[in-house]
Structure formats: structure tokens, C-alpha cells
């Protein structure tokens, strides 16, 4: 089936918002992904930890990158898992331009299924829910 994609956001659990992750959740608000960065070594952080799991270094920033990312990785759900789930999705690991060795776990949306290919360049959007934004990513060519 093609057609265009949708966010699978139509009713998500609540993410768990503290200090660290607050940047992350709250950035979509100034159309910023945020990343958290270890000061010691410069490497991004995914999931946001108060220490870096790379190098142990207990200064951590906040990162405000690009939002411009490549696919790495990408499967189409088509199960009909629950009520509010109607319709086909892309779950995709996606690398920020930043560090490619960074993969968040997000959608792609506004394409069609058959023009999503690993290495696709896509751009960070937002959805706003409650108090925070979840960050999709769509082609950055604008299909």
C-alpha cells in the first residue's frame, strides 16, 4: 500500500522529562534538535545521561544541531497493532550530520513508502504534544 506517511503520534506515551532530558523534549518548541555532548570528549549523547558513557566525563552540554540527519536504517510497520495505529508507518534509525555514529530511533513522514532508501538525507520537524515535541524527520529534498 502507498500513500503518504503520518507520524505515528496520535496518541504516544509520555516521555519521562528531567534534567537531562528536558533540552531534548523541549527544543521542537525553537525548531532545535538537542542533543546532549560530553565537554570531555565532544561526543554526542543518546538517550541523555548525566555522564558520558564514552569517556566518563561528568560535564555534559546541551548540543543544538542541524536537524539534518541520514537514514542508516528503516522498516514499514503495517501491523495493526492498536485502534489509534491505523495506518502504515516508518520506523527509522536516522544519523545526525553532527556524528554519524549517533542513531535516533524516530519516523519518516511525508513521503511515500517507496521512496524511502537507506542513506536518504532527511531534516528534523516536530510535533508538539502536551508540553513537549517529538522530533520526525521527512526528506530533506522535500518529495
Known amino acids: 500500500m502507498s500513500g503518504r506517511l503520518r507520524a ?54 546541551f548540543a543544538v544541531l542541524s536537524g539534518r540527519a541520514t537514514i542508516t536504517s528503516f522498516t514499514v510497520n503495517r501491523q495493526h497493532w492498536h485502534p489509534w495505529i491505523g495506518h502504515e508507518y516508518i520506523v527509522a534509525y536516522v544519523a545526525p550530520v553532527e556524528d554519524e555514529r549517533l542513531h535516533l530511533l524516530t519516523n519518516i513522514v511525508d513521503c511515500d513508502i517507496e521512496d524511502v532508501a537507506i542513506g536518504m538525507p532527511v531534516r528534523a520537524r516536530f510535533l508538539k504534544r502536551d508540553n513537549y515535541w517529538i522530533p520526525i524527520f521527512s526528506p530533506e529534498n522535500g518529495q
Not at 523534549?25 to 561526543?43: F, H, M, P, S, Y
Open 8 to 61: 505515528l503520534t496520535e496518541n504516544p506515551r509520555r516521555p519521562q522529562i528531567d534534567r537531562w532530558s528536558k533540552p531534548f523534549w523541549t527544543g521542537g518548541a525553537r525548531n532545535e534538535l538537542v542533543i546532549t555532548q560530553c565537554k570531555d570528549c565532544e561526543r554526542l549523547i543518546h538517550p541523555p545521561l548525566p555522564r558520558c558513557p564514552y569517556c566518563g566525563g561528568n560535564e555534559i552540554n
